[in-house]
C-alpha cells in the first residue's frame, strides 16, 4: 500500500484514503484528478474496502473511462475488469439490458443517434402538416432533450405545450421509437431512474450491490445525473465525487454548477478536500487564470500553485481584423515548430464559436500546415459509415424503421417511396416486424420488384453466416457492392476518401473483437453511438476548436483567439452575471490548457452578419492582470524564493529594476504577495 500512496501528495493521499463520510474533491486544472480518482478505485480493492464489481464510477466521455480503466489495470490488474467504470449512459445501459424488460423494453433494443432522431422529427412533422420552416425540427429535438433529461419525463407528468402542438409530435415520436424497438440518447438514464422509481426492489438491488460511487468531472452533472446518484446511494453515503466548479462550462445543455457548489448541502457531513497544486503549466500561465476566475463569486474558492519551475511565452497580440488574426496565428505556428520544435500536435487554436474557424482553415491550408478540427462530423456519423452500420442496425433489431429505410435507400436498389410506405403499413395492419413485413411484401410484388426486396433479404440474412463483426461489415460492403458505388458517384479525392474510412470500420471493428472478450454486436454498435469526435484526436496537426471542446486537454502552446466584448463573452451573456460567469470559467478552461505557450488575441473590427464593426478587447484580459506580467522576465521568472514570514513561493512576474524591483508571487500557504524582490530569498 506505500508503494500505491508514494506517487501522491498530501492532498491527493488525503483523498485517496479518507472513506468515512461523503467527500467532495475539489480538483484545479492540472492537479491530478484522474490520478486521485484511480488510485483511489485501486485503494479500495486493495484494502477490501469494497468488490471490483460492487464499485460504481462514472467519467463524461468513453476516451476518459477507457484512459481510467487502462490506468487502473496498470495499478491492480485483471480486477479492474469487474468495476462498473464507464460513462453515466454507459453504465446505465448495462442496467437497461438487465432490466429494462420490466418497462416493456425487448432485449435486443438499440440506440438511435443524433441524425435519425433528427430525421424522424422531420418525417413526423410532415406526417402532421407542421411547417419544419416555420418551425425547425431541430427546435423540437431539443425541447425533447431539455423534456427527458427532466424529473417530470421521468415520473411521466405529462409535458408543456412547449411549442406549436409539441405534445402531438412528442407522443408520435415516442410511439416510433417504441415500434421500432428504439431508444435515444436521453432515454438512457431517465428510463433508468423510471425503472428505479417504478420498482423499488430493482433500486433497492442496486443500491445493495454498489458499495461505493465514485463520479468524476462532477460540475458536469445535470439534475437527472444526480437524482440518479443520489437515487443509487440511498442506503448509504459511500460516495465521492470529484470536480473543479471553476470548470462548469455546460450550462447551456443543463449542466448545473450548484451540484458541486451545494454538494456539501445535500449530502450531510461531507468533507471538502482541495486539490490546487498544478502539474502542466508554467507559473505566470496560472497567475492570469487565478487572476481572472476569481471576479466569479457563484464558487467555492481555491487558488492554483506551481509546481513545475519552467518560463512561459504569454503574449497579446491586437490585430487589424479577423483576416490578420488568422495570419499571426499561422505565423506564430511556424515559429513554434522551426525554433522551438514543438510538435504540431502540441499547438491549438481556441475559439468561442465554431464560426471562426474558417479563417484559420483557409491561412493554415495556404501555408500547407495540416489541422485538424475537433467537433466537426464524428466518425460514425459519416455517411458512409451510417450507411453500412444501417444493415447491421437492422439485422440487430428487425423493428428498426430508420435503419431499415437508410439501407433500402443507400446504395440505391430500385426500392422507392412507395414500397417503403407499404412496408411500413404491414407494419401497422398486421403488428410485424420490418423484417417480416418486408418477407410478406415480397410475395406480394411483381417479379422484378419481388427479386429486388429479395436481394434485400438475402443481404440482411447472409450477416449471421459470420461471427466475426469484422466479417459482417466486409459481407456488407461486397453484396451492396458499395466501393463501386463510391466509384460512380464520387470524384477522385471524396471516393478515396469515403474507402479509407470504410476500411478504417473494419479496422474498429478488429480492435473491438481483440480487445472484447465477449463479442457482442448489440454492444459494438453501442459504442458507435456514444463516440464523440473529440476521442478520434489524430496526431501530426495542429488542433482547431471549440473552447468546449477543449475541456479535459492540454497543449504546449495555446491560442485563445477573439477575445472581444460581444464575443468574448458574448453579447446574450454580459449582462447576466450567471451567463457572464460561465463565460468567465470558459475562458479559464481555455488558459488552464496551456501549459508554456499561450498567445492572446483580439481583432479591432470584424465582418459581423456580413458588415464590418469595430471590435473592443474583452473584459477578461483586465481581469487577467495581463499587464502586470510584462515586466522584466527574463531571469527569474518562475524562480523559486523563501521568504520569511510567508515561507516557500514561486516568482510569477517582476516589475522593475534594481533595488525598485516588484515581484508577484505564489507562496504554498499564503496565496499571492506583491513584494521587493530585494527582500526575496531564491532557492
Excluded at 438499440?110 to 441524425?115: A, K, L
Excluded at 478540427?373 to 444501417?390: A, C, H, N, T
Aim: charge should be positive; hydrophobic fraction near 40%.
Amino acid at each position: 500500500m506505500i508503494s500505491l500512496l508514494e506517487n501522491l501528495n498530501e492532498s491527493q493521499k488525503e483523498a485517496v484514503e479518507y472513506i468515512d463520510s461523503p467527500l467532495l474533491v475539489l480538483s484545479g486544472a492540472g492537479t491530478g484528478k484522474t490520478r486521485v480518482i484511480t488510485y483511489k478505485i485501486a485503494y479500495l480493492i486493495k484494502k477490501k474496502i469494497a468488490q471490483p464489481e460492487r464499485i460504481f464510477a462514472v467519467t463524461f466521455t468513453n476516451k476518459a473511462a477507457d484512459e481510467m480503466k487502462k490506468r487502473i489495470y496498470d495499478l491492480i490488474g485483471e480486477k479492474s475488469f469487474d468495476i462498473w467504470l464507464g460513462t453515466f449512459h454507459s453504465n446505465a445501459l448495462r442496467i437497461l439490458r438487465r432490466d429494462g424488460h420490466l418497462l416493456g423494453l425487448p432485449s435486443n433494443f438499440t440506440i438511435i443517434d443524433q441524425d435519425d432522431r433528427l430525421a424522424l422529427i422531420r418525417n413526423i412533422l410532415k406526417r402532421v402538416g407542421i411547417d419544419d420552416k416555420k418551425y425547425p425540427p431541430k427546435m423540437y429535438l431539443n425541447i425533447i432533450s431539455n423534456y427527458k433529461n427532466s424529473i417530470n419525463f421521468v415520473k411521466k407528468i405529462d409535458p408543456q405545450e412547449y411549442i406549436y402542438r409539441f405534445n402531438d409530435v412528442f407522443y408520435l415520436y415516442n410511439e416510433e421509437l417504441k415500434r421500432s424497438a428504439l431508444i435515444d440518447f436521453d432515454d438512457m438514464l431517465s428510463l433508468t431512474l423510471r425503472l428505479f422509481y417504478e420498482n423499488k426492489d430493482i433500486l433497492q438491488f442496486y443500491s445493495h450491490l454498489f458499495e461505493y460511487i465514485l463520479v468524476d468531472e462532477f460540475q458536469d452533472t445535470n439534475n437527472i445525473q444526480f437524482e440518479f446518484l443520489k437515487a443509487l446511494r440511498i442506503l448509504k453515503d459511500k460516495i465521492c465525487v470529484v470536480g473543479d466548479d471553476d470548470q462548469s462550462i455546460y450550462g447551456w445543455r443543463g449542466a448545473e454548477v450548484g451540484n458541486i457548489v451545494f454538494f456539501d448541502k445535500y449530502f450531510k457531513n461531507t468533507k471538502i478536500i482541495r486539490l490546487e497544486n498544478n502539474y502542466r503549466s508554467a507559473p505566470k500561465i496560472l497567475y492570469l487564470a487565478n487572476n481572472l476566475i476569481s471576479n466569479n463569486k457563484f464558487r467555492k474558492g481555491k487558488s492554483l500553485k506551481p509546481e513545475i519551475n519552467i518560463d512561459a511565452e504569454i503574449l497579446l497580440n491586437s490585430c487589424l481584423d479577423e483576416k490578420d488574426e488568422a495570419n499571426f496565428v499561422v505565423k506564430k505556428i511556424e515559429k513554434l515548430v522551426q525554433e522551438y520544435s514543438i510538435p504540431l500536435n502540441e499547438i491549438a487554436v481556441l475559439y468561442r464559436t465554431n464560426a471562426q474557424s474558417r479563417n484559420f482553415e483557409v491561412a493554415l491550408n495556404h501555408k500547407n500546415i495540416p489541422y485538424q478540427v475537433i467537433g466537426s462530423i464524428s466518425f460514425y456519423q459519416r455517411k458512409e459509415i451510417k450507411d453500412i452500420l444501417s444493415y447491421l442496425r437492422f439485422y440487430n433489431n428487425k423493428f428498426d424503421t430508420t435503419s431499415m429505410i437508410r439501407a433500402l435507400k443507400n446504395p440505391p436498389k430500385g426500392i422507392g417511396d412507395k414500397t417503403i410506405a407499404q412496408i411500413i403499413e404491414i407494419m401497422n395492419e398486421k403488428n410485424l416486424s420490418a423484417y417480416d413485413s418486408i418477407v410478406l411484401l415480397t410475395s406480394k410484388k411483381t417479379a422484378a420488384a419481388s427479386k429486388r426486396l429479395q436481394n434485400f433479404i438475402d443481404i440482411i440474412d447472409g450477416i449471421k453466416q459470420h461471427t466475426k463483426i469484422s466479417d459482417m461489415i466486409k459481407h456488407i460492403v461486397d453484396k451492396t457492392d458499395y466501393i463501386n458505388h463510391i466509384k460512380k458517384t464520387e470524384d477522385i479525392f471524396m471516393a478515396d476518401n469515403r474507402i479509407y474510412n470504410i476500411n478504417e470500420l473494419i479496422n474498429s471493428a478488429v480492435s473491438y473483437e481483440e480487445s472484447t472478450e465477449n463479442i457482442s454486436l448489440t454492444d459494438f454498435l453501442a459504442t458507435t453511438t456514444l463516440q464523440t469526435s473529440t476521442d478520434e484526436m489524430d496526431n501530426g496537426s495542429v488542433k482547431l476548436m471549440t473552447l468546449h471542446s477543449a475541456k479535459g486537454l492540454e497543449f504546449e502552446a495555446v491560442f485563445l483567439v477573439g477575445l472581444e466584448d460581444g464575443l468574448f463573452p458574448l453579447f446574450s451573456s454580459m449582462d447576466e452575471d450567471e451567463k457572464l460567469e460561465e463565460e468567465r470559467r470558459l475562458c479559464y478552461v481555455g488558459i488552464t490548457r496551456a501549459k508554456r505557450f499561450l498567445y492572446l488575441t483580439y481583432a479591432k473590427s470584424r465582418l459581423i452578419y456580413g458588415k464590418r464593426q469595430d471590435c473592443y478587447p474583452s473584459q477578461f484580459l483586465d481581469e487577467m492582470r495581463i499587464n502586470q506580467i510584462k515586466g522584466d522576465q527574463t531571469k527569474k521568472d518562475g524562480s523559486k524564493v523563501i521568504h520569511p514570514k510567508y515561507g516557500k513561493g514561486v516568482i510569477i512576474s517582476i516589475k522593475g529594476n534594481g533595488d525598485d524591483a516588484k515581484a508577484d508571487v505564489i507562496f504554498e500557504n499564503s496565496g499571492i504577495k506583491k513584494m521587493a524582490l530585494k527582500f526575496l530569498k531564491f532557492i
